[in-house]
Structures are given as structure tokens and as C-alpha cells.
């Protein structure tokens, strides 16, 4: 629940502006953005209820808690932005997903306490370029505790201790955030998983216990450990599984040597290191079976899928090459259509 209607109306307008990328150039504009609401609240022929939004938006942009508080969220959400984007790759591994977000928080907390004097600082200028009033304290809300042991705010002296205390808080939480995306037991799993393939310590009963007759324990330790023996002999080293598919891709005379260990590794590279490609793929379907397409077969919309899901790989086809092979598949196809030469 948003403490007063300012939040809420600053939390609205992010809504408008949720990359970083345009909460930046809603920063480089603001003086067009309140010279734009003005002119809708001023505007009789505009609709009252859009001219009093307007209004409200402008109050709030024209207070120095506004300037704050979109500074901070560029500042801080800059590098996570970049973050979730590497994140969201197919071929990412769940060990590397730990390392990316064990480094950021590691670099998010060594700055935690300077951070805030350059945010500060940088709204302080922004607040002069922007002839906005100078920093003070924002409203606050009264709350009454129902209990006599409640525990009561810190008193702030002063207004840069106020927003000090607004900045930990989104500080704290979004370290709590970056910590416990992989903190499950389904992740630690799948990061044993990982760690056997590359031969560093796990649980190899638990692995076998999950997987149940799938694998044998004495044959998948021996084929893992002469894995590891042929890429010394090879001269290779595999830091993550990536590198693991690589090398048996590269050399496939392996497989064979090492059959329990290549069916383990295949069962590792269906689990994505994130859910965003299968959330993509449910995401699409609505654009690729709309309800002008509402009689297409299971079969089409498999194929039609695969080529989106896939697009990639399939702006690389030729298609006068698909199209004479789909034409000679068939002699009615060949009267009407010509073959491309």
C-alpha cells in the first residue's frame, strides 16, 4: 500500500516509462513533459477527468520527491536492466546465472552507501536545471498501531536523511531480490547437476535418487571420470556445461566412449537456465493463432512455432531453393507454379 497519493501517482507515471531506457528520456524531456501537462490541465476542451490526471501528474513533477525517485530508479535499475537481459538467455546455465547475480549484488553492496550521495547529488542539480523548490521533507501519512509494542519511525532531521531512508529501503529489498531469485531448492538442484558434469563436488546418491532407473551409479561416475580424462588428453577444459556440449560436439567420437554421461548431459541441456523462452513461446501464440486463424490444425501451429520460435535460423533459409523442392514434390503444382532457376 502506497503511504500517500504522491507515491501513487509517481509509481503511475512509471508505469508510463518502464525501461530504463525511456525513464532516462523522460528525464532528458521533463520540462516538455511538464509544459505538456500543463497545457492538458489548462485545456477547457479536454475532458475534466484527463485535465485533473493532468494536474495531479504536474503537482507531483513539479516536486523535488519526483526528481528523486526517478534518479534513484535510473541509477539503481541502470545495471539490472542489463542484468535480466542476460538472463533471459536460451543458453544460459544455472551456474552462470549464479555468478552473473553473485557479482552484481557483490558490486550493488560495495556501493551501497555511495550510491546514495550520487543519486543525491545528481537530483539536487536536477532539481536547479528544472527550477524545481529545493529538497524538504515529503508528506508523510500518520499511521495509529493497534498495539502499544509497535515499533515506532526514526525521527529525520533533516530532508536528505528522509530520502536517505527511502533509498535503503529500496536499496535492501532489491538485494533481497537479487539473492533469493536462485535461492530454491530446485535451482541448488539443478546447480549439483552442473557441478557433477564439470566433476566438481556434488551429491551424486541425490542425483541418482532423482532420477531413479534412469541412470547407473557405478557406470555414470566411471563415464563421467573418463570424460574428464579424455579432455585432459585433448587439452580441453570445460568451465560450464556449455563448454561441456561444445567439446562433445566438437569431438563426437566421444559419445560413444562415454554413452551414461551423454544421456546425462542431454537431460541437462532441455532444463533452461530460465523460464523466459517457454514464457515467450506461450506469449506468441496469441499473435500466431489469432481468430481470423481460429481453424488452424495442431500440426500448422506446431510448424508455425518452431519457424517463430526459431527465427533465427530461419531467415537464414533459402527459400527458391524450399520453393522448387516444394513444387516437385508434386506434378499438378509444377503446371501452375515454375521453378526458380
Same mark, same amino acid.
Given at each position: 500500500?502506497?503511504?500517500?497519493?504522491?507515491?501513487?501517482?509517481?509509481?503511475?507515471?512509471?508505469?508510463?516509462?518502464?525501461?530504463? =531506457?525511456?525513464?532516462?528520456? /523522460?528525464?532528458?524531456?521533463?520540462?516538455?513533459?511538464? !509544459?505538456?501537462?500543463?497545457?492538458?490541465?489548462?485545456?477547457?476542451?479536454?475532458?475534466?477527468?484527463?485535465?485533473?490526471? /493532468?494536474?495531479?501528474?504536474?503537482?507531483?513533477?513539479?516536486?523535488?520527491?519526483?526528481?528523486?525517485?526517478?534518479?534513484?530508479?535510473?541509477?539503481?535499475?541502470?545495471?539490472?536492466?542489463?542484468?535480466?537481459?542476460?538472463?533471459?538467455?536460451?543458453?544460459?546455465?544455472?551456474?552462470?546465472?549464479?555468478?552473473?547475480?553473485? /557479482?552484481?549484488?557483490?558490486?550493488?553492496?560495495?556501493?551501497?552507501?555511495?550510491?546514495?550521495? !550520487?543519486?543525491?547529488?545528481?537530483?539536487?542539480?536536477?532539481a536547479i536545471e528544472f527550477e524545481i523548490d529545493e529538497p524538504d521533507f515529503a508528506h508523510q501519512r500518520k499511521v495509529r498501531h493497534l498495539r502499544s509494542n509497535a515499533?515506532?519511525?526514526?525521527?529525520?532531521?533533516?530532508?536528505? @536523511?528522509?530520502?536517505?531512508?527511502?533509498?535503503?529501503?529500496?536499496?535492501?529489498?532489491?538485494?533481497?531480490?537479487?539473492?533469493?531469485?536462485?535461492?530454491?531448492? /530446485?535451482?541448488?538442484?539443478?546447480?549439483?547437476?552442473?557441478?557433477?558434469?564439470?566433476?566438481?563436488?556434488?551429491d551424486l546418491e541425490k542425483i541418482v535418487q532423482f532420477y531413479q532407473h534412469d541412470f547407473n551409479k557405478e557406470r555414470l561416475l566411471s563415464d563421467r571420470d573418463m570424460?574428464?580424462?579424455?579432455?585432459?588428453?585433448?587439452?580441453?577444459?570445460? =568451465?560450464?556445461?556449455?563448454?561441456?556440449?561444445?567439446?562433445? @560436439?566438437?569431438?563426437?567420437?566421444?559419445?560413444?566412449?562415454?554413452?551414461?554421461?551423454?544421456?546425462?548431459? @542431454?537431460?541437462?541441456?532441455?532444463?533452461?537456465?530460465?523460464?523466459?523462452?517457454?514464457?515467450?513461446?506461450?506469449?506468441?501464440?496469441?499473435?500466431?493463432?489469432?481468430?481470423?486463424?481460429?481453424?488452424?490444425? !495442431?500440426?500448422?501451429?506446431?510448424?508455425?512455432?518452431?519457424?517463430?520460435?526459431?527465427?533465427?535460423?530461419?531467415?537464414?533459409?533459402?527459400?527458391?531453393?524450399?520453393?522448387?523442392?516444394?513444387?516437385?514434390?508434386?506434378?499438378?503444382?509444377?503446371?501452375?507454379?515454375?521453378?526458380?532457376?
Amino acid at each position: 500500500m502506497f503511504t500517500n497519493i504522491r507515491y501513487y501517482l509517481f509509481f503511475i507515471f512509471c508505469r508510463w516509462v518502464m525501461r530504463i =531506457k525511456s525513464l532516462k528520456s /523522460a528525464k532528458a524531456n521533463y520540462k516538455q513533459l511538464m !509544459q505538456f501537462f500543463f497545457d492538458r490541465s489548462e485545456d477547457e476542451e479536454v475532458d475534466s477527468s484527463v485535465s485533473a490526471k /493532468a494536474s495531479g501528474f504536474l503537482d507531483y513533477m513539479e516536486s523535488f520527491e519526483c526528481i528523486f525517485y526517478l534518479t534513484m530508479m535510473i541509477e539503481i535499475f541502470d545495471r539490472i536492466e542489463i542484468l535480466n537481459k542476460e538472463l533471459q538467455k536460451s543458453s544460459l546455465c544455472v551456474i552462470e546465472s549464479y555468478e552473473k547475480i553473485t /557479482a552484481v549484488t557483490d558490486v550493488f553492496l560495495a556501493s551501497r552507501d555511495t550510491k546514495f550521495n !550520487q543519486i543525491w547529488q545528481k537530483s539536487v542539480d536536477a532539481a536547479i536545471e528544472f527550477e524545481i523548490d529545493e529538497p524538504d521533507f515529503a508528506h508523510q501519512r500518520k499511521v495509529r498501531h493497534l498495539r502499544s509494542n509497535a515499533p515506532k519511525d526514526t525521527n529525520c532531521t533533516t530532508p536528505e @536523511q528522509y530520502y536517505l531512508k527511502s533509498y535503503l529501503k529500496v536499496f535492501d529489498q532489491l538485494i533481497l531480490s537479487l539473492k533469493s531469485r536462485y535461492d530454491n531448492d /530446485a535451482a541448488v538442484f539443478f546447480k549439483s547437476l552442473e557441478n557433477f558434469a564439470l566433476g566438481k563436488a556434488s551429491d551424486l546418491e541425490k542425483i541418482v535418487q532423482f532420477y531413479q532407473h534412469d541412470f547407473n551409479k557405478e557406470r555414470l561416475l566411471s563415464d563421467r571420470d573418463m570424460f574428464l580424462q579424455l579432455l585432459k588428453r585433448q587439452k580441453e577444459k570445460a =568451465k560450464s556445461l556449455s563448454d561441456v556440449v561444445t567439446i562433445l @560436439q566438437k569431438y563426437e567420437w566421444m559419445g560413444g566412449l562415454v554413452p551414461e554421461f551423454l544421456r546425462f548431459v @542431454q537431460l541437462l541441456i532441455v532444463i533452461p537456465g530460465s523460464s523466459c523462452t517457454n514464457e515467450r513461446s506461450f506469449s506468441a501464440l496469441r499473435r500466431l493463432k489469432t481468430y481470423l486463424r481460429s481453424t488452424m490444425s !495442431q500440426d500448422r501451429l506446431n510448424s508455425i512455432a518452431i519457424l517463430h520460435t526459431y527465427a533465427d535460423l530461419t531467415e537464414k533459409l533459402d527459400l527458391e531453393l524450399l520453393l522448387n523442392k516444394f513444387i516437385s514434390k508434386n506434378s499438378n503444382r509444377s503446371k501452375v507454379f515454375a521453378l526458380s532457376k
